[in-house]
């Protein structure tokens, strides 16, 4: 029974190139969340997604950051021209609802981009 | 706006000294207060979700509580393997699937 999958483990991009990090969610949970770690800071929203529809993507920053959750295949975090602020530790979770935070999110090991 | 503030920030215990972690917070409607446990390189695994004021969860040796404002996680006799980051996370308004993360308290227990 696979939990949620994110890959890869590890990222390094040079500044202004392009970061895509993908998510599988657990079998059978159709609704899809993004979190960044800063260095030295807390767990951040970024946006919640179900499959083909974006629904909350209010922490989400304005420009160069898009996610998308097609009818098939794996959730993508796409970060364009990154730039050292963004190097971070990104983590995606599932949950079988839309109310995953109430029974509680299965969270990926993450994917540690780091921008040079 | 909504703020989860934990302390300490961090905690060195030796094997069997049990002791408290807390979660203060503020929010408009708390839609459930969870607690997460992060070990380094790993994602947050999920521990316990409370409701309302005089709520107590328990899981080996870890037993949440929560008033209205803060919430405690109290670690009973740890062994090393306790070691990690305790997280706390609050609901935000407009529904559970957006939580609010503290900073998290980050747990050694020495042999």
């Known amino acids: 029974n696979a939990g949620v999958m994110q890959n890869p483990r590890h990222l390094v991009r040079r500044r202004g190139q392009e970061a895509r990090l993908r998510c599988s969610p657990m079998k059978g949970h159709s609704h899809v969340y993004w979190y960044r770690q800063l260095p030295e800071e807390g767990l951040k929203f970024m946006v919640y997604?179900?499959?083909?529809?974006?629904?909350?993507e209010s922490g989400m920053p304005k420009e160069r950051f898009s996610a998308e959750f097609p009818k098939e295949g794996p959730s993508i975090l796409r970060i364009q021209q990154v730039v050292r602020g963004d190097s971070a530790a990104y983590f995606c979770?599932?949950?079988?609802?839309?109310?995953?935070?109430?029974?509680?999110?299965?969270f990926g090991s993450g994917t540690r981009l780091t921008v040079v | 706006e909504d703020q989860v503030t934990q302390s300490p920030e961090a905690l060195r215990l030796q094997e069997g000294e049990s002791s408290s972690l807390n979660c203060s917070y503020t929010?408009?409607?708390?839609?459930?207060l969870f607690w997460y446990r992060q070990d380094p390189g790993k994602g947050p695994e999920f521990l316990f979700t409370?409701?309302?004021a005089g709520e107590e969860k328990e899981k080996e040796r870890l037993k949440a509580t929560l008033t209205k404002k803060e919430s405690f996680l109290h670690i009973t006799a740890p062994k090393p393997e306790d070691s990690a980051t305790y997280l706390c996370?609050?609901?935000?308004?407009?529904?559970?699937?957006?939580?609010?993360f503290g900073q998290g308290t980050r747990l050694t227990i020495n042999p």
């Open positions: 997604l179900q499959k083909e529809n974006i629904i909350d």
């Open positions: 929010v408009s409607g708390l839609r459930g």
């Open positions: 409370l409701y309302s």
């Open positions: 996370a609050v609901g935000a308004p407009g529904g559970a699937q957006k939580l609010v």
């Open positions: 979770a599932s949950s079988p609802t839309g109310q995953g935070g109430n029974y509680g999110y299965t």
